[in-house]
């Protein structure tokens, strides 16, 4: 609803769809990016509207399918998170479940140039229909570089 409510809320249709709403939950899903709300950019009377819609989705920009962000900024590569990913310990027994670097590309976290990156996020507890709120690669974070929107 608070991003419906940012919307114009005129359902114009210049966005392709039928009304506002329909565009919101598009929006939120990441199906469309906001610039196809062309109202948003040619009307000044919108222009509070569209910086807090873009504040709004800036802290998800570069979340994976799960919601997953990594900071890179913050993190420090040191391979916490990758030991402590459940998915990743059952996925590689030869190498990340014994405390080694991953053997193998069906982990979904590994560190590389020195910082962790995210593949397979579809693999992650947090995603598909029996999903669970782990939390294991958050609270290993020394950094505090990961976190899930």
């Given at each position: 609803?608070?991003?419906?409510?940012?919307?114009?809320?005129?359902?114009?249709?210049?966005?392709?769809?039928?009304?506002?709403?329909?565009?919101?939950?598009?929006?939120?899903?990441?199906?469309?990016?906001?610039?196809?709300?062309?109202?948003?950019?040619?009307?000044?009377?919108?222009?509070?509207?569209?910086?807090?819609?873009?504040?709004?989705?800036?802290?998800v920009e570069g979340a994976?399918?799960?919601?997953?962000?990594?900071?890179?900024?913050?993190?420090?590569?040191?391979?916490?998170?990758?030991?402590?990913?459940?998915?990743?310990?059952?996925?590689?027994?030869?190498?990340?479940?014994?405390?080694?670097?991953?053997?193998?590309?069906?982990?979904?976290?590994?560190?590389?140039?020195?910082?962790?990156?995210?593949?397979?996020?579809?693999?992650?507890?947090?995603?598909?229909?029996?999903?669970?709120?782990?939390?294991?690669?958050?609270v290993t974070c020394p950094?505090?570089?990961?976190?899930?929107?």
């Open positions: 609803m608070e991003v419906y409510q940012l919307l114009p809320m005129t359902n114009c249709k210049k966005c392709g769809e039928s009304t506002c709403m329909a565009f919101a939950v598009k929006l939120i899903r990441g199906e469309v990016g906001l610039e196809a709300c062309t109202p948003l950019f040619e009307e000044d009377r919108y222009k509070d509207k569209l910086s807090k819609l873009q504040e709004l989705f800036e802290t994976t399918e799960t919601g997953l962000v990594i900071d890179t900024d913050k993190c420090t590569g040191c391979g916490n998170c990758v030991v402590a990913c459940p998915v990743n310990v059952a996925n590689d027994p030869h190498g990340t479940a014994v405390g080694r670097g991953p053997t193998n590309d069906r982990v979904i976290l590994r560190v590389k140039d020195g910082v962790v990156v995210a593949s397979n996020v579809h693999e992650c507890r947090r995603f598909g229909k029996n999903r669970i709120l782990c939390d294991l690669c958050i950094s505090g570089a990961i976190e899930f929107v």
